[in-house]
Structure formats: structure tokens, C-alpha cells
């Protein structure tokens, strides 16, 4: 079965920089992967499966999402904590000229000040992304949680 | 030290879609990973050091496999809970004609209802495939995870 | 953005190799990664973000590596553990002839006698290294991890 090597390589090296933006920063730097219209949803897995369309995050386009981020900054009040991601299997599953679809595995580390790491969101992205220039943007990512419990500290985008 | 690229990638391709069967479903697909004569052990690390054969789960053939997905999905009690596989660090180990061997990282974390995720379970993939067609087959695969413990919910395989 | 797909898998290989080192042994092949004149740290990344050079472990050449290999196997006590890495994210940052800088996210689970893995850290390498022979050696390998508690049992290397 063969694998598009440079597409994958590709893609694994945006999906790296997408995640370092919200483990490193700068957060601002997080919209700018999406396309202007867009998608972004943090849903529970059962909602997905129950097909009920209620997610814990919802963001309808890369000025929502900047909206978000100034939230996040200037006026959430939240502990402050360290996020580490781990995006792995990614995958390509379909591609038509300048559109792709590609699902991968993440696990979203938390650590919070005197406390020991712990997983604060395991799952799986689902997403479309179309070309643009010499890269890709997320024209939709869904980012699907493997909880029936909702975390009650998701500030942070995943 | 050069890599066969369009290998390495298509193992890697090959293990994201294992791990997507267990993970995602349908887990009736998880068998057909496997050669019809195959060997699939679940062995404690410290068995593995000492020489001890002991495996907590352990399959010989693939219609073994098909039994336990069956006794999965409709003999075994259990309570509902969603798995997330991370596979990393797959290096091909050695290669000859159409059999390879490997290994890998993984860990599979557990979410159970109304619980925060955790690792179920760490450990190490030791793999032979054999090429079929224009893939590839397990002939063995050795879960050998990091644990004196026996974890007592390992209803799912690895 | 072209990804160098040759040097990019035949890093990620590399730090493959060198997790297998610490995790599944043998312990002495470790130092060998690095170049004779090197710097390895585990630092916090709060002192990382503050300016503070304070590092929980320091080595500034390969010999007080193999000193350090010889202090777990020989001289330290503590209680038996498996470790498991997950590197994910392997980003080359730069390249000039034979210097590389990477940056990649790591996390490390720990497993005691008779209890369930947990996460003992998470956090990024920052990473030069130089080319040596047909592989590459670690001129500065610096983990830095996501915490601001230093967490007490640090044997082994990251």
C-alpha cells in the first residue's frame, strides 16, 4: 500500500508545529493553521457515535478562533499549567487535487503547578484540509475525546 | 545510517491502522492483520527477562483471534470503556526477502466512564510480518509490557 | 515546505535508538550518542522561561555520562522501575553542513512494582548535533520539562 512519502512527511511536520503552538507558543500562532472559513470543534467521542451535535468547543471561523486565543490571554481566568502534546498514526485518507482528509491520534498532557503530569484529553482528530501556497490550513478539525466526561478545565484549544 | 523510506512509512501506515481497529473499530478487522498461522502473546516484561513463558493473553492461529473478538463483542461482561493506542519509535530491525522483524513503543490508554484517562499499559511491540500481496501480515506479535502488575481489565487486545 | 525525508526518518531512528538505550537497555550504549565534548541538562521549563541556569541533572562531557551510567548500575539506590518513552514531533530547525538543531516533544512513563504506569515527566528536547561518520552525535541535548515540582525519583536519564 503505497504511502505518498513526502505528503505524509509533510503533513506530520505541520501537525508538529500545530501542537508546538499550543504547548510553546505563541498561542497566536494557532489560528493562523486554519482557514478563514473554518470549523474547529472539541467534541465528547459518545456525542459523535449518539449522533448528537453538541461539542465542548465550537469556533466558526479563524476570527472566532483569534477571538478565543485573546480570551485565553487577556481574560479567562484559569491556574496557570503546561500542555504537552502527543500526535501520533496520522494518516491520510483521502485527497482530491488541492483537498485532503487525514485522521491522527493525540494525547493532550496537562501539568499543573505542585502536581504531577497527568492526561487531561486522549482522542482523535478528524480533519479536512486544503492547500494553500506551499502548505495546508484546516478547513475543519475535529478533535473527538475518548470521554464521556467532560473535563471541567479545557482552556486551552487541543 | 539509511532508512528504506517507503518501508518505514508503510509499516508505520500499517501500525496506525492496527492500532485504528482496536481504537476506533471495527474490531472484527484486527484479525485479518495476521497471517492464518500466527503466534499473538500479551507477556509481562519481567516474564520475558526471566525466561517464563507465562503470557496473560495468547493466540495461535487467526481463527483464535476471531474467537476472542467474538467472545468480545458478545460472551464477555465487562464495563464500556474507549481505548486510544500511541505507537512510536517502529524501527525495522532486520529484513530478509518477504519477512521482516520490528518493534515499536506503545501505550494504550483506558477511559472508563465518568473517569479521567489513564494508562492502561506500556510496553513494546516485537514484531515478524510476512509481505502478502502488497502488504504485509503479522506472523508474531509479542506485547511485552512494562508491568509486574497484572492489570485485571485487559479485555482488549494490544 | 519540503520536509528532507532521508534525514528526517534517519533522525527519527536515531531517537528511536536512543530511547531504546534508557528504556529496554543496555544503559551503557547511552553515552554513546553523544559527542566527547557535550551538554546534557534536565531542566525545568520554568527556569528555562525565567532565565535560571539550574538544572536537576548536568553533564558536560560524555565522561560524566558513562560516570553517571556506572552511579545507576552501580552506586545509586533506588527502587527497580521500567521506563517507556513516547518522542513525538521531531522538527528539524535548522541545518549548516555537518551542525544540525532539532526539537522534538518527549514524555516518560514510569511503571514501579505494583503499581500502574504514570507519567514521570513530559516536556521537549532541544536538541544540536553534529554529523559523525554516517550518523549523528549529540553536541547538547537539553529536556526540558513541563513542571515547576522537581519530581524525586530521577534515576535514570531522559
Same mark, same amino acid.
Given at each position: ?6 505528503? /505524509? ?7 508538529? &508545529?500545530?501542537? #508546538?503552538?499550543?504547548?510553546?507558543? *505563541?498561542?497566536?500562532?494557532?489560528? #493562523? ?11 465528547? $467521542? #459518545? ?14 471561523? =479563524?476570527?472566532?478562533? +483569534?477571538? =478565543? ?14 500542555? =504537552? ?5 496520522? $494518516?491520510?485518507?483521502? +485527497? ?13 498532557? #496537562? ?6 503530569? $497527568?492526561?487531561?484529553?486522549?482522542? &482523535?482528530?478528524?480533519?479536512?484540509? /486544503? ?9 475543519? +478539525? $475535529? ?7 467532560? *473535563? ?7
Amino acid at each position: 500500500m503505497a504511502v505518498d512519502v513526502a505528503l /505524509q512527511l509533510e503533513l506530520e511536520a505541520l501537525y508538529a &508545529r500545530y501542537a #508546538e503552538a499550543i504547548d510553546d507558543g *505563541p498561542l497566536e500562532a494557532w489560528p #493562523e493553521f486554519f482557514a478563514e472559513q473554518c470549523l474547529y470543534l472539541i467534541i465528547p $467521542r #459518545e456525542n459523535v457515535e449518539l449522533g448528537y451535535p453538541l461539542a465542548i468547543m465550537r469556533c466558526e471561523s =479563524r476570527d472566532m478562533l +483569534r477571538d =478565543r486565543v485573546t480570551a485565553i490571554k487577556e481574560t479567562m481566568m484559569y491556574e496557570p499549567r503546561y500542555l =504537552r502534546h502527543h500526535v501520533t498514526n496520522l $494518516r491520510v485518507l483521502s +485527497r482530491e487535487h488541492t483537498i485532503l482528509t487525514a485522521t491522527a491520534n493525540f494525547s493532550v498532557i #496537562e501539568v499543573l503547578p505542585e502536581a504531577l503530569p $497527568r492526561i487531561l484529553m486522549c482522542g &482523535r482528530y478528524q480533519d479536512t484540509l /486544503q492547500q494553500h501556497n506551499d502548505s495546508w490550513l484546516f478547513v475543519e +478539525r $475535529r478533535c473527538i475525546f475518548d470521554s464521556t466526561l467532560v *473535563p471541567n478545565s479545557i482552556i486551552y484549544p487541543v
